[in-house]
């Protein structure tokens, strides 16, 4: 897919930038724009001109069949001289804002096919308002209902009103459908996708539960049993986003609209991309790597000298060291002090803790365990109304947020998460299986698992009634020989991600730190360390394939 996309952004270049230019796609304007102005910041050589904006839209964007016209895609190339790619890298990765494959094939077919156009900018449409045309008639939309009838709602929520507001009516599709199909080669069937996206909202929200198609996510009561505790909340507070960085960067970019620019604090040794976000953009960071009681004291210190922040970000529990943050000690700080709290809850998933009381908004990544197929992306950020910056985001947020989360994505997404909750129970399991094979080995140095880190009553006082302690551990030998020969005859799938349905094990910190090892070893994080993303195998099985790597380790290292 990347060779897709390349392709792609070449076909671009050679059609509206000059030799000696790269393109990079993204799915908006407003993100090129903001890709664009991180080019110019970012490379001491290239003059403002040089870097340039060439959006997309389809052929008859100024159609009157307004149902074609608004469910069609749209795309936006920055053009940039080849010596500031690396700037455009660095935002396309930080951002997490990059086209998804599914966008930018279904486009790439549409462009190559001369349905995909440069736009004139008359007539723009919006997927965030696009009209449902296929399907059973309670999963249409009628004309009668647009963003006009409710201003005051984000564009998830108008979808939402809107098709339950037309559920009971008729309307003539069939001319809409022939549009697609003869237009870009291939149906690009919408008629879930707003249920799909209104169903994820509500898994993640905790008012559905049950294993079951979209049409629950209209059929639900809202807040049936809720895990979110939270007076006021609703799936109204849940925002979408095609990555769970784009939740995280947009979270901060939104905070610092609302509140200004001002510096952020990074509590615990992160994903690498989130210190990141906070270090280059905005006036900076504080970073506390270590996630102390020793770092509070510290930043409390600070904080009664007078010094100002934007947020504190966490992830509760972090990775790879799943140490769990004091969340009730930093609310207070947050309350006495005036900032925002972030908390991601990716590895800890809001079915095992419920970490909401304690942050203004919690963002996840839907790519890992939500999903757990491994075949699609996505993010989350959830508000707390109780939050003491939830009025002045949830406003923001009305002219901010933009819904660019792919449709077919999000059909993906809904069919994945179906299981979710059965998934989880299944997956703390088999963790807690494996840490008991571990620790019992004479040569595991350390096992880091929330239930054994000296952090777990932290994690305990957020752990739900059910709640286990996740899916994701690390594990540490006395040599390195010892850690290599594990991995190497441990016999599970290899890779970087984590969250998927079969178990994965990564070299982590050569992977995601290879050129600054000795700086990731300040914090705890050797380079030796192997990370485990546990999955959904049979107990037994799974169990026995780390006895059988145990058992054969020492025989090999002679340890």
């Given at each position: 897919m990347l060779d897709m996309k390349k392709d792609f952004a070449d076909k671009i270049v050679q059609r509206h930038g000059n030799?000696?230019?790269?393109?990079?796609?993204?799915?908006?304007?407003?993100?090129?724009?903001?890709?664009?102005?991180?080019?110019?910041?970012?490379?001491?050589s290239v003059e403002?001109?040089?870097?340039?904006?060439?959006?997309?839209?389809?052929?008859?964007?100024?159609?009157?069949?307004?149902?074609?016209?608004?469910?069609?895609?749209?795309?936006?190339?920055?053009?940039?001289?080849?010596d500031c790619y690396r700037a455009a890298k660095s935002f396309w990765q930080h951002s997490g804002d990059g086209v998804s494959s599914r966008r930018a094939e279904f486009c790439h077919k549409a462009f190559t096919s001369g349905a995909l156009i440069e736009s004139t900018g008359r007539g723009q449409y919006s997927m965030n308002n696009q009209r449902l045309c296929k399907g059973p008639k309670r999963y249409q939309r009628g004309?009668?209902?647009?963003?006009a009838d409710m201003p005051n709602l984000t564009p998830m929520d108008r979808d939402e009103e809107a098709l339950k507001a037309t559920a009971r009516t008729n309307g003539d599709t069939?001319?809409?459908n022939q549009f697609v199909e003869e237009r870009f080669g291939r149906n690009l069937d919408l008629s879930f996708v707003a249920n799909a996206k209104l169903a994820i909202r509500r898994r993640i929200a905790g008012s559905l539960t049950v294993d079951a198609d979209p049409q629950q996510a209209l059929d639900v009561p809202r807040n049936l049993e809720p895990v979110r505790c939270v007076e006021g909340f609703s799936e109204s507070n849940v925002f979408l986003y095609p990555s769970g960085m784009s939740s995280i960067f947009n979270t901060h970019r939104v905070l610092s609209i609302v509140r200004g620019a001002m510096k952020s604090i990074c509590y615990g040794f992160p994903y690498i991309d989130t210190l990141k976000i906070l270090q280059k953009w905005g006036p900076?960071?504080?970073?506390?790597?270590?996630?102390?009681?020793?770092?509070l004291?510290?930043?409390?210190?600070?904080?009664?000298?007078?010094?100002?922040?934007?947020?504190?970000?966490?992830?509760?529990?972090?990775?790879?060291?799943?140490?769990s943050p004091d969340l009730a000690?930093?609310?207070?700080?947050?309350?006495?002090?005036?900032?925002?709290?972030?908390?991601?809850?990716?590895?800890?998933?809001f079915m095992n803790v419920h970490v909401l009381p304690y942050a203004d908004v919690v963002v996840s990544s839907l790519t890992k365990v939500f999903s757990g197929d491994s075949n699609v992306?996505?993010?989350?950020?959830?508000?707390?109304?109780?939050?003491?910056?939830?009025?002045?985001?949830?406003?923001?947020?009305?002219?901010?947020?933009?819904?660019?989360?792919?449709?077919?994505?999000?059909?993906?997404?809904?069919?994945?998460?179906r299981d979710f909750v059965e998934r989880i129970e299944r997956i703390n399991t088999n963790a807690e299986a494996i840490c008991e094979v571990l620790k019992n080995h004479r040569r595991v140095k350390e096992v880091y698992y929330p239930k054994y880190s000296p952090t777990r009553p932290f994690y305990d006082h957020c752990r739900n009634a059910r709640g286990g302690y996740g899916g994701l551990l690390s594990v540490t030998f006395y040599t390195t020989a010892e850690a290599v020969t594990f991995f190497d005859v441990l016999d599970t799938a290899k890779g970087p991600s984590l969250g998927t349905n079969f178990t994965l094990s990564s070299p982590y910190t050569l992977l995601a730190h290879y050129g600054e090892l000795e700086w990731a070893a300040e914090f705890g994080v050797e380079a030796d360390l192997v990370r485990i993303s546990v999955g959904l195998e049979e107990t037994k099985s799974l169990t026995a394939k780390f006895e059988r790597a145990l058992e054969i380790m020492p025989a090999l290292t002679g340890a």
């Open positions: 030799p000696g230019e790269q393109a990079m796609l993204f799915p908006s304007a407003a993100i090129a724009t903001r890709c664009k102005a991180f080019i110019i910041t970012n490379s001491a403002p001109e040089q870097v340039r904006i060439v959006n997309f839209a389809p052929e008859t964007e100024n159609t009157t069949n307004e149902p074609a016209r608004r469910m069609l895609p749209k795309i936006s190339a920055v053009i940039f001289p080849c004309s009668s209902v647009g963003s069939g001319e809409s900076g960071c504080l970073f506390y790597g270590n996630g102390s009681h020793n770092d004291d510290n930043l409390e210190q600070r904080l009664r000298e007078g010094e100002k922040y934007l947020a504190l970000f966490c992830e509760f529990p972090g990775n790879p060291l799943l140490k000690r930093i609310r207070s700080l947050a309350d006495t002090y005036g900032f925002a709290v972030i908390v991601d809850e990716t590895v800890g998933n992306m996505g993010g989350s950020a959830v508000l707390n109304p109780q939050g003491q910056y939830y009025e002045l985001l949830k406003e923001a947020l009305l002219t901010e947020y933009d819904d660019n989360y792919w449709a077919e994505d999000a059909i993906f997404m809904e069919r994945n998460s």
